[in-house]
């Protein structure tokens, strides 16, 4: 399976300010997602993102509160946007391939709003 | 009712016993079928993937899949404490929303010498 960097692992913010969470493959892969993991509970995908176009959002989660990026088949970035302590999640980045049905996660980013 | 839920918990089984995890789904068109294991502080591990109907085993890990149940299970043979986590169901959908998993609330497992 490929192998998943995040960064940074972790941070305290202030709210009202915006971090930007990096996730890096050592392959291409075809498929991207980024999940959110609220205290105590089970993981929510925030969107699917898209190489070379916007990123597809689930219900709940908005572009100019989550904008991604995905420039290439190897990089994305999700960025939280004017925090609130209710962002206070871990936030995960997985990939997966079209052919291999599965998909894997990165370490995660554990966000912390105060 | 929710979409992918997992028998509640939490679990506790003694060293060397069958842990039993399930978790039903309420979407018809699922294609795919996984178990993640994730320990306190981790992100979720890949430990099993099931896409036909019957049984699917690796090691002391045993899926099991009935669709037209909508059911799926996990079972862990001679379970060991370093088995104690969390397990996630996720159910990956067909169709226009390929590649989206959809996963449970989880079942917390303990496993006691």
């Known amino acids: 399976s490929a192998v998943i960097s995040q960064k940074p692992s972790r941070d305290i913010c202030q709210r009202g300010t915006s971090l930007t969470i990096q996730c890096q493959v050592d392959?291409?892969?075809?498929?991207m997602f980024w999940y959110r993991q609220q205290p105590g509970q089970s993981l929510t995908l925030i969107a699917t993102a898209n190489q070379g176009s916007e990123a597809t959002y689930e219900s709940g989660f908005v572009i100019d509160k989550f904008p991604i990026s995905r420039p290439n088949l190897t990089f994305s970035t999700l960025t939280v946007s004017n925090m609130s302590p209710e962002d206070s999640s871990i936030y995960l980045c997985?990939?997966?391939?079209?052919?291999?049905?599965?998909?894997?996660f990165g370490p995660g980013t554990r966000l912390l709003v105060l | 009712q929710k979409e992918v839920e997992q028998n509640s918990g939490p679990l506790s089984v003694p060293e060397g016993a069958i842990a039993s995890l399930n978790c039903t789904y309420s979407?018809?068109?699922?294609?795919?079928f996984f178990w993640y294991r994730q320990y306190s502080g981790k992100s979720p591990e890949l430990i099993m993937s099931?896409?036909?109907?019957g049984d699917k085993e690796d090691g002391r890990f045993t899926a099991q899949l009935n669709k037209a149940s909508q059911y799926v299970s996990l079972l862990i043979r001679d379970s060991q404490p370093s088995d104690s986590a969390t397990y996630l169901c996720?159910?990956?959908?067909?169709?226009?929303?390929?590649?989206?998993?959809?996963f449970g609330q989880g079942t917390i497992l303990t496993v006691h010498p």
């Open positions: 099931i896409y036909s109907n």
């Open positions: 997985s990939v997966g391939d079209s052919s291999s049905e599965t998909q894997y």
């Open positions: 392959s291409q892969v075809t498929m």
């Open positions: 979407d018809r068109v699922s294609q795919s």
């Open positions: 996720a159910v990956r959908a067909g169709g226009t929303s390929y590649g989206k998993l959809t």
